[in-house]
């Protein structure tokens, strides 16, 4: 390709230029793949592709079967989880993926999966506990004369899985910009315990560490060059559910303020992906507040347009996920945002020393909670999954508020996204302070078990199911009253999952 | 008392000497009141009591009930919760209590109850999360000229109560000799976010505060003195069912050093209370470990031996629990544990920040695991309250390594403390790497949700009920198959708390 020599600046690794098809055939079958990949972003574009046709050839020629361990930063696109899960490639997926292929192949037990708080994936890689890693294929805007990477738009576990891999593969993807180059920030200072040092990081803002990822360029055993987009969703505006979300947490984020409980900045806010998250951001951008700050995960279209009001001052996220509106905004105003938005690797993104450190307001979606505040992320009627934790965990514990938000139903109704017991717990009623439907917000705040419980069901339950639930919080209390349990948490245990089993028999959590 | 002068050097606190009736008599109904004491160690003595004789005349009068909201830094003593709880004083009490009296009124309903991180405590009090603290009532050894407090033999939330209660009572306590001087250390550098910096702690031993606590005389009301001991509980030899979980562990620790996945040395301690806790300090006591330290809630005899015999070499801890002889051999030798042994506000303690840091190995019990493993540290069949999460969580979700134990079997084997679905969920299985009973250890690091099944019923569930673990699993399995839900995390939905149900129902959890 005619862009060559200027992003690949380094002798050595312009000679290791190759096409996916001869780079994929360098991974082996029960090889740990680590990609890079982030939220669809940032992702290898073109390798992962070709390994699959590779895996595909070899499963079709009646060898043994290839099958690879595949990590990531989170989520990627139909061209990498998609790919390799339709073939059978994956035999062990972690730490998150939002693949509709994955899910179908995880849920039918043909694929392995595990679910980490992000926070946790590169320490434990780094520990020696997930395995050896074997390959890193991983995607960058360029590579400088001394082998120093300039990272896309997320960063993950990039830094990590170059680190740990015995063999590199790098895609250099001539459709990022090379103006990203300063937009990230590379914290070389982790170490193992008992090492350890504080995490320099004081402000969503700061800086500390390089703008660059490193290798070893004796390690790199394939350069492909690619010309692809990111995984982009087109931007759809919230519907009238998100809607009323957002409202309920403005007027509350307001009235904490008001209380003396938030500084009139508020603090950095961290938020989920999707609409109800934009919504939200939408909310505040109308609001009275300046001087916001972000220190999140993913920066999604609302806190551009934050950014770009001048509303916020600064985002610090490790993947950007953007529209193609978004996209061509940030392109045509890079010098702009990369005074504004710093990507760092997602083990300080997530990590429970800053976020407890900046006190941050996490806002995150959910599948359901119930009545005493448990909350499961991950699991359709407590058997399925769904996509994973992701970094709600690692937010809600150490947050100065944790929010968590779902429409009150589902499926047209025939889910209460508020049930007796959670069917999967992900965040226990230890980490959740706030719950959000849009019926309502509930403060859980100093509240006992049943308080919670009557505030819920009152302010977050859908109306079709509030009278069902508060039945059942009367009848576990009355069977504890009865001597078959206690008054603390009561249920009726036989029934405290009945709605999830009518729900998977006749499709409807309603009584019939 | 003869000792006042020398206890109580500062003239305007000598000048508010009174009777613990006196004192009592300041406290009024709905106030809430911040007590010290931790693992019923350094709580107040006679002050609690007088108030509830003084709630029970009250009461007896027929006026309006008296209650207050307790607050502590985790159990206490029949001197304080079984007292005030007898009296039905106690409206709103957080954050942890292990007290018969107290959890019989929560299981009644009589009581309210909020189980917190022991982490959370101090800050969201500083927040306004939890309300306005009303009066403190707190242990010290002794009052220095300018009004500066020796503390006791805890820490816990002593310097949040002190700091923000409009009211302090101050119990000097004579039985608690002044040689504890210069045993704190008190951080006094937190601070309100966006304001807060790196806590500056890189090693269990390191000193960061000073030797008092604060408080300012003019909000003290009340200073009474007290010569009574701590809660002290004799130390019982471990039981066959400790000993076994404790060779596993330290088995699985000796097993990990050799895989390089831990120093020769190992990593700081953290360790529930408990005779299995004691009969792992005694086992690593026994064992080729030299240097040894801990980062923990509170020390136990098990660790004050292996300080004694050279194979720790320091302690952090926010509080001390110690049986007669252990609290003999500590006195006698304070000179020398003064030198070992550092005690912490428990915000320091269990600071996710340093715990993270430091990379602790966290061995805590639990009440039950289920397959999956996920645990529960708090409730009885899913309803009734027995303690509370204390600081498991923030050990366990910031650990280098972290481990849940319990017997296989509770109530002669009426009981599986292994089990198809958690009845409460304190831990998620995000949270959780190694599962312990007597009959083995499963390692679930890297692995799958069904996997990790077969390992825990393989290797910690108890024989009697493996089987039917196991039926229950592929049971499971084939509901999943048939299309009534996920082979991710397959559950049988109306059977999945039967085994809870059998045991309130019938007393045994066997099938009959």
Redesign the interface.
Known sequence: MKHSLSRIQHPGLQAKLMSADEAAALIRHGDNVGMSGFTGAGYPKVVPAALARHIERQNAAGGDPFRIGVWTGASTAPELDGALAKVGGIE?RLPYQSDPTCRQR????EM??????LS?VAQ?VW?????KLNVAVVEVAGILPDGRLVPTSSIGNNKTWLDQADRVILEVNHWHPTALEGMHDVYYGTA???H?????L??PGDRIGEAYLHVDPSKVVAVVETNASDRVTPFSPPDAVSQRIAEHIIHFLGHEVK???L?PEL??LQSGVGNTANAVMAGLNNGPYTGLTAYTEVLQDGMLEMLKSGKMAMASATALSLSPDGIKEFMDNLDFYRQRIVLRPQEISN???VI????IIAMNGMIEADIYG?VNST???????MNG?GGS?DFA??A?LSIFMTGSVAKGGKISCIVPMA?????????V?VIVTEQGLADL????P??RARLIIERCAHPDYRDALTDYLER??AV??SG????????V??E???W??RY??AGDMRAG
């Not at 995880?106 to 037990?109: D, H, L, M, S, T």
């Not at 350890?196 to 320099?200: D, E």
């Open positions: 062990m995880i849920n039918a037990g392995e999966y595990i679910d980490i708080h946790h434990f520990f020696g506990f997930l395995g193992l315990p008992p350890r040092k504080p995490i320099p004081l402000h209380q003396g409980r500084p603090l950095p990590h429970p020393e407890r450190r900046l006190g448990h699991h359709l009627m407590g058997t399925r999954i934790i965990g514990r150490n100065y069917s999967h717990v992900d965040h226990t009623e230890h980490d302070q705040r100093g509240l006992a049943r308080q576990a209390e504890a009253r078959f349990g206690g008054l603390h948490t009561p249920h245990l036989p405290a999952l009945a999830h089993e998977e028999r």
